[in-house]
Structure formats: structure tokens, C-alpha cells
């Protein structure tokens, strides 16, 4: 008999629900037994909270959006913000009470679904003695070593879906449409969504962009009677000359800036610069909601179903990933080690290119 428990962190991804019922499930056919964490390592903090998971409690929720245990951004264990008696925030170290819970617990493995901060987490308990497996979490698909996160192909069809409806619209009324999409620091949303949507133009944070560039696209398919214009701009996209966009750190404990704003300043360039009636819109949280694709469904629940074989063959300190189609793993060290930027030289960028979609750089 093992006794598993689960954790979901970081920015929600469709497809978590997917990985927990795969977990639960495959579990329940070994005769083990699974728990989940709410809201990240929170409920590892009192383990009264840990909620019992079986079969019947994940019934039918590969197919829903969101985690049904809760996600936050802002739970680092290793510095977590409490208010001491004075009213004055320290940030405390709650990891080892995380570790003393767990034995407690008598848990055999933490299978730690997340992006690369909550992966960069697990990591910590790793080195600390927690035998964790990583499951690789997020719309970005910023993670190293597995070639898809779940979560990515969901946002980038919303993202597309979103595109197609703007071309109609812009059309009617000879408009400049500059769409913000999410992605941090890697424009794989863009792209994907860019390409695939008729983007003329999609600005990625891989290549600085040129403000000017973009606005002699926009004439040149004006030349060429296309009165308008679909311009995809990652969030974390940057102008060459170094300007970058964002909102501040956001909420107390959260670690990343907030970003945002990009899209706007792009759209107010050109129409200072091109006279172009343009307008501009953030596509936000509507890429991180709703059910997952087929696509990602099928993804998560491969992650989920690998992740316990993993517990049965002793693999920790591993994430499950997606390597050459199949199910691999590597360790959660490599995973994190760097964001995965888009390649400039896929053939993707070659085809946008080929297309005569313009970067701006
Ligand atoms: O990492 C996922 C993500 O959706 C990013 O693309 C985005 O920058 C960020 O999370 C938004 O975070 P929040 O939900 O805290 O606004």
C-alpha cells in the first residue's frame, strides 16, 4: 500500500483536474492511496485540510477546467508572508513543518503539479529529502526538457479562436486590431496563435521589436488593398530599444512581476504613426479557462497515469515528460533550469516568415 498526495500550484492550467483523476484512479486500481493538498503546499501547513481523494470524488472532471484543489501564486513555503503581532509582515520559512506533516502523514511521494516556480519549489523538498515527481504544468510551455506542457494547446485554441472572430471586425471597419496575449517570457502562445490566426504581425519576446517595422507592414497592406490589420503581441515582448512592460509585483508574496501593457503602448504607436484607427484589446484569463482540448485532456491524463508508474518504479526527484511522443522522465532540476524560448530558426518561424508575417526584427 502507498499513500500519494497531490498538489496543484502556480497560474491554473486546463488540464489539471485531468492529471488529478488519472492519479486517483490508477492509484485506486493498485490499492493505494491518494490525498490533495489545497491551494498549493497550503494545506500541507495543517493536515487536518488534506482532502481524501477516490474515484468517486473525480468523477468526470478530466473534462473541467481549473483544479478542484485550488492553485495560488503567491504560497512560496520558503517564504511565506504572515502577519506578526506588531501588524507587520515577515516573510517565514514553513518548509520544514511541510516536511514534519508529511511523515506525519506517513506519505510515500508528492506528486507536485506545476509550472517552473512550483517546480522550482518541489525541487527545494527534493533537496530536502521529499521523494516529489514533477508533472509539467502551464500555458506558457516555457518548461525545459518535455517538448509540451498540458495547458498550452488549450490557450493557444482560445487565443486562435479569439483571432478569427477580430478578422471580421477589423475588416468592417478599416481597423488596426492589437491582440495581447499571455506567455511571460516566451512567445510560444503568440506564435502558435499568431500563425495560425492570420496574424500580419506577431511581436515575441525572443526578438526586440522595431515599432517602425510594424507600421510598414501595416502600410504595405494597405498598398496592397488589405484595409486592415491583425497585430498578435506576446506579453512579454520588448521594443529594441530595451523597453519592457509590466504592472509591478501585484499581491503580497506573489515573486513575478505582473505583466502587462505591452498591447496598449503598440497600439498608440500606431496610430500616432500611422493614422490607422486601431484599438487593442488584452486577451487575459480567457486563455487559462475552460475545458482542455482533446489534445491536453489526453496529455494530462498520460502525465497523470506515468507519474504513478513512476511511484511504483521508486523514479523521484523526477518530472514525467513528453519526449519524442512518448512518456519520459527527467529531473526537475534540468526542467527549471532555464525558460524555453521559442527557436528562431523552427521551421514555424520559418513559416511565418515564408508567409510574409512581419516580427518586427
Ligand atoms: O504562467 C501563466 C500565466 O497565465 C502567465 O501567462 C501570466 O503572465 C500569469 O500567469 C498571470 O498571472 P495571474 O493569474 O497571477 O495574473
Redesign the pocket.
Known sequence: MKKIVISTG??D?PGLNAVIYAVVHASARKGWEVYGSRSGYSGFLDIDEMVRLTPRDVEGIYATGGTILGST?KGNPFARPVENLAGEIQLVDTSDRIMRNFRRMKFDCHIAIG?DGSLEIANRFVEKGMPVIGVPK???NDLEETSRTFGFDTAVSTATEALDKLHSTAKSHDRVMVVEV???DSGW?ALYSGVSGGADAILLPEIPFDIEMVCDKIADNDLHDKNYSIVVVA?GAKTIDGKVFNKGH?ELG?EEV??GGVGEWVASEIRKRTDKDTRSLVLG?I??GGSPTTFDRLLALRFGAAAVRMVEEGIFGHMVALKNSTMSSVPIADAVRHRKQVDLDSDKVCTARDIGICFGG
Open positions: 502556480g497560474g492550467a501564486n509550472g502551464t500555458i506558457d499571455m506567455g511571460r502562445i506579453e501585484g506573489r505582473v505583466l484569463h486563455q487559462r
